[in-house]
Every structure is written in structure tokens, then in C-alpha cells.
């Protein structure tokens, strides 16, 4: 196909947009892999490139949303997993010349793991993963100065009169 007159020449890289490599794209991140992370490979696009398929694509665009979903259970099910499995690690302590070695469960490494996944998630979709919040009414709804004062002033005039 030629070029017609006035038409203005394309810029960049063809894309590499294919079926095959938006089901991989898909597929990766309905397992919990993070669209950085999928992108970093070789063969991928770079993350705004698929941010621009999205954007031009809403079909593309609603499997990488339900992938999404899924990807975050898939996240949300690692969280248990973790909390649920021990983990077993060697604490050393070294005192001057004396090093001592204990096997017990990595709780504080596993509690950071969880910890970072949750905070991850309700960021990343805060209306299923986020922390519920409720709104408290802070506004003081005060007496009318004026009337407060006029009725102060009737009762210290009471008590000054006994």
C-alpha cells in the first residue's frame, strides 16, 4: 500500500499487537503477575504501549480488566496461603565470639509478605480490597452566640438578685 499524497508519514514501531500475545498478557495477569513485571520480557511491549491498546481496543480492554479481578484473587489466595504455611528459617546471634544458630518459624517475614500484598491490593482496587471507612460528621452545630449570651446574661441577673 503506497503512501497518498498528504497523507502524513507513520511514526515509531509498527506494533506488535497480536491475539497471541494479548491472551499471554492476559493470561499473566489473571495469575497475579504485574503488568511491569509481563512487559519487562523480551518479547512484550512496554506498559504504555499496552495502555494504548486498551485505550483503542475496548475489547482488549475488558479482558485485561477481568484479568485484572482475577489476578487480584489470585493475589488475595497467596495472602492465605502465606498466613496459613510456616516457614522455617535460621536466626543467627552473634555475641563477640560466639554465634548461635536457631531454627523457628519466619512469622515477621511472612506477616511482611502478606502485609505488602494487602496494602498492594487496596491500592490497586480499593472498593473490594480497600478498608472500609465510615464518614463522621465533624461539623459542631453551635447555638445562636447571641441568644446564648442574652439567656446567660438572664441568669446571672437571676442569681445576682437572690
Given at each position: 500500500?503506497?503512501?497518498?499524497?498528504?497523507?502524513?508519514?507513520?511514526?515509531?514501531?509498527?506494533?506488535?499487537?497480536?491475539?497471541?500475545?494479548?491472551?499471554?498478557?492476559?493470561?499473566?495477569?489473571?495469575?497475579?503477575?504485574?503488568?511491569?513485571?509481563?512487559?519487562?520480557?523480551?518479547?512484550?511491549?512496554?506498559?504504555?504501549?499496552?495502555?494504548?491498546?486498551?485505550?483503542?481496543?475496548?475489547?482488549?480492554?475488558?479482558?485485561?480488566?477481568?484479568?485484572?479481578?482475577?489476578?487480584?484473587?489470585?493475589?488475595?489466595?497467596?495472602?492465605?496461603?502465606i498466613a496459613d504455611t510456616q516457614e522455617q528459617g535460621v536466626i543467627r546471634k552473634?555475641?563477640?565470639?560466639?554465634?548461635?544458630?536457631?531454627?523457628?518459624?519466619?512469622?515477621?517475614?511472612?506477616?511482611?509478605?502478606v502485609d505488602t500484598r494487602a496494602k498492594l491490593l487496596a491500592c490497586w482496587d480499593?472498593?473490594?480490597?480497600?478498608?472500609?471507612?465510615?464518614?463522621?460528621?465533624?461539623?459542631?452545630?453551635?447555638?445562636?452566640?447571641?441568644?446564648?449570651?442574652?439567656?446567660?446574661?438572664?441568669?446571672?441577673?437571676?442569681?445576682?438578685?437572690?
Open positions: 500500500m503506497s503512501k497518498q499524497k498528504g497523507e502524513p508519514a507513520k511514526r515509531g514501531r509498527p506494533s506488535k499487537f497480536t491475539a497471541e500475545v494479548a491472551t499471554e498478557i492476559c493470561e499473566r495477569l489473571a495469575n497475579g503477575e504485574p503488568l511491569a513485571r509481563i512487559c519487562r520480557d523480551e518479547h512484550m511491549p512496554g506498559v504504555v504501549t499496552v495502555w494504548d491498546w486498551e485505550q483503542a481496543d475496548t475489547a482488549f480492554s475488558e479482558r485485561v480488566a477481568r484479568a485484572r479481578a482475577a489476578g487480584f484473587d489470585e493475589i488475595a489466595y497467596d495472602m492465605l496461603h552473634v555475641e563477640g565470639d560466639k554465634i548461635t544458630e536457631t531454627t523457628e518459624d519466619m512469622l515477621g517475614h511472612r506477616k511482611l509478605r480499593p472498593k473490594r480490597y480497600g478498608t472500609q471507612r465510615t464518614e463522621v460528621d465533624m461539623t459542631a452545630h453551635l447555638p445562636d452566640v447571641a441568644k446564648a449570651t442574652t439567656q446567660l446574661d438572664e441568669i446571672l441577673g437571676l442569681l445576682a438578685s437572690k
